[in-house]
């Protein structure tokens, strides 16, 4: 069953989160869906337009609609990730994503009211929620990347004007953490003063934790070991600050990173230890099963794991 953001969000306010997964291939949709019906967690699955671009936005789609009818009990969104207008309007022009997000951060803040409001004008007019994002994270993430000297946490003084004056349905905040492998470089965790405020400021209204992946230093040691050269400091977002921030209001946890370590560590070990072999669908077997393992292990923290069969 799909359904907008807007109503997983209103189902898990406060009680537990949902996980947004970013796919890019087909051995992660089919590893997401299996996992979902299997803990019976309403889940997001995400598109960037990174993605779209490489795999095209129909192929994209088709694989979702696919795993839907594989996997008829699941229930969850659809959603543009990181959208910006030409990717946004493509996709509001079809009938498959049920979730768009504008990522007009990066500009000042009557600019990004701009554009934020005209796409949720549009988007409200099809019955579409729409994620917006006040503040900027640093990390890298397919084609976008922040040095840390440009980040910059939300600024709970502005939340309120910012999602009167937009309309959107949720937003994306600052608080910490960020995109890619090398979210903590300094330690500093999750700004929970920070999450605070903005929840006393916007009481009950959806929160997004972008850049949400653990970042298991095992996959790390696991990568290095069979030819990889990760960093010692990447490090990531421990599953209990996850948990706490469910309190804040936090209803989305934006996960890629852990899925694209895990792909890495698969093949290289694959490929490390059965050198004569080249076929790519026996270490897509492993990845698939894996990818199901690892995003159980989501729905568990996350407290998702059963809540599909409450909504109605």
Known sequence: MKLTAKRLFEHCYGRYAVAAVNVEFMEQVLGLFAAAEAAQAPFIVQTTPAARNYATPDMLVSMIRAAERKYPKTVFAVHLDHGNEEHIDHALAGEEYTSVMIDASHDDFAQNVSRTRKVVEKAHSKGISVEAELGVLAGVEDDLSVDEEHAFYTNPDEVEAFVKATNCDSLAIAVGTSHGAYKFSGGQGIQFHILEEIQNRL??????????????????????????????????????????????????????????????????????????????????QVYMEECKQLVLEKFEYLGAVGQASTIK
């Open 203 to 284: 009481p009950e209204f959806p929160l997004v934790l972008h850049g949400g992946s653990a970042v298991n230093y095992a996959e790390i040691e696991r990568i290095n070991a069979a030819g990889g050269e990760l960093k010692a400091s990447a490090k990531g977002v421990d599953p209990a600050e996850v948990k706490r921030a469910i309190r804040y209001g936090v209803c989305k946890v934006n996960i890629a990173t852990d899925l694209r370590l895990l792909w890495t560590r698969v093949n290289r070990e694959f490929f490390r230890d059965s050198p004569d072999l080249f076929a790519p669908l026996l270490p897509g």
